[in-house]
């Protein structure tokens, strides 16, 4: 069974429809991208997957159980999510076992243990503005991860980052996601970034200001193992993918 299943999603905004007939599923341990230019409505499914936004019609199920509209079931973290700068880097991770009742000290302790595998050994007792960019980024997904490890939701997570410490990232983020057993459906409008980290690729298509309500039109499969995506971006198959992406997104 799927880990995520979003089912037949429709999302109006006063007269201008949306998301029309939305579904997709997450396979358990996979990572998804959710694929579509910009304005399409990408945050807005990102939205009703998180329970922020209530659809007009459709149901998200997560483990069969539905979720729909119940914000706190999966961690999610979005566009421009900052860390809070008057905390310590360990701080703002160990923030969300906290907030959970986990006594500070102990919270402290199990977030410190994971700052190495994130790529922030020795960032602990920093502030977030000490940090680069990337390091900042890693962080923020520390934070979604020990929010649910199960499930994380990540809207743009890369999307400010130079291209240079984005290739890093992808490469880090897979292997993290592949250690974890992490299923993650990540949002983007970068068609090489979801070709770099998706097992499936869910491509949106859509004018919403023009009339035309958003919908799936097709799914891209990646098989290649996550652990052989060094020179991906290079390659044939690479090419193959990112046509066939293309075409669906017209
Ligand atoms: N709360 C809202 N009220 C009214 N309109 C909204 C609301 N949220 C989103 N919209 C509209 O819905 C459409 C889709 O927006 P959305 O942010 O979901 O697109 P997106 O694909 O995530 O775009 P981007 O890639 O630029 O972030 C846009 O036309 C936007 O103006």
Redesign the pocket.
Known sequence: MARLQVEDVTVS??G?T?LDDVSLDVESGKVACLL???????????HVVAGLTAPDRGRVLLDGRDITGVPGQLAYML?KDLLLPEKTILDNVSLPLVLRGVPRAEARGQAGELLDTFGLAGTGDRWPSELSGGMRQRAALLRSYLFSQEFMLLD?PFSALDAFTKGDMHTWFLGVAERFGTTALV?T?DIDEALELADEIHVMRGA??SGVPSRIVGAERIERPRTDRAGFSLSEEFLEHKRRVLELLG
């Open positions: 905004f006063g201008m949306v579509g230019p910009s304005g399409c409505g990408k945050t807005t499914l990102f566009q743009e949002v409008h919403p200001q």
